[in-house]
């Protein structure tokens, strides 16, 4: 292993995955990470392995992590070997993770092929054009912005706006905004072959 740059945001980590051959990153997760925008650069650079640093060892965070584009995890905890071995197995497609955990993804990935839970009932609820409202309220933009981005008038927006609330079960945009930063997907994929 060797290391190529250690990079302070997102953005110069974009630049550096383009410059150069990179295997795999190793990303501090204890810094407020913006797991929307990590998210997208790992689907851009989907032969990138990705691992969280510094993950508190729960169900819940290690699937987050999952979701977000991560194909490991470091504990807080970990030692240099445990770092080492940890990202050896990254690389070699195994994850090492306490029984719960790997029971939690399992369940997880199952909910997720079999139809069940929140997001699978998000593809079947919302037409192509609330998709498209719900992934422009995930940026923040405003009826207005909206509107004007999709050629609709600001009533129109209005009364997707609604729509999505009530099909998401939410009660203000700001949660839409904050459910679809968590879950990118779920505008992109909810109306796939659907017309307007």
Request: proline share 2%; with cysteine.
């Amino acid at each position: 292993m060797s290391v190529r740059a250690v990079i302070s945001d997102l953005e110069s980590l974009r630049v550096q995955l383009s410059s150069s051959d990179v295997q795999l990153v190793l990303v501090d997760v204890t810094q407020g990470l913006d797991l929307f925008d990590l998210r997208a650069i790992s689907h851009e650079w989907n032969a990138v392995y990705f691992v969280a640093l510094g993950l508190t060892e729960q169900r819940q965070a290690v699937v987050q992590c999952g979701r977000s584009g991560f194909s490991g995890y470091v504990t807080r905890d970990s030692s240099i070997d445990g770092l080492c071995a940890a990202l050896s197995d990254t690389v070699a497609g195994r994850l090492a993770c306490p029984p719960e955990i790997s029971g939690g993804l399992l369940r997880a990935l199952f909910r997720k092929e079999q139809g069940g839970g929140a997001e699978p009932d998000l593809d079947l609820a919302l037409t192509r054009r609330e998709s498209e409202v719900l992934e422009r309220l995930g940026r923040g933009l405003s009826n207005k912005e909206i509107g004007e981005d999709l050629c609709v008038s600001v009533a129109t927006v209005k009364h997707h706006v609604h729509h999505v609330l009530e099909k998401l079960k939410l009660q203000r945009r700001a949660q839409a905004m904050r459910r679809v930063r968590d879950a990118p997907w779920l505008a992109h994929t909810s109306a796939m072959g659907r017309k307007k």
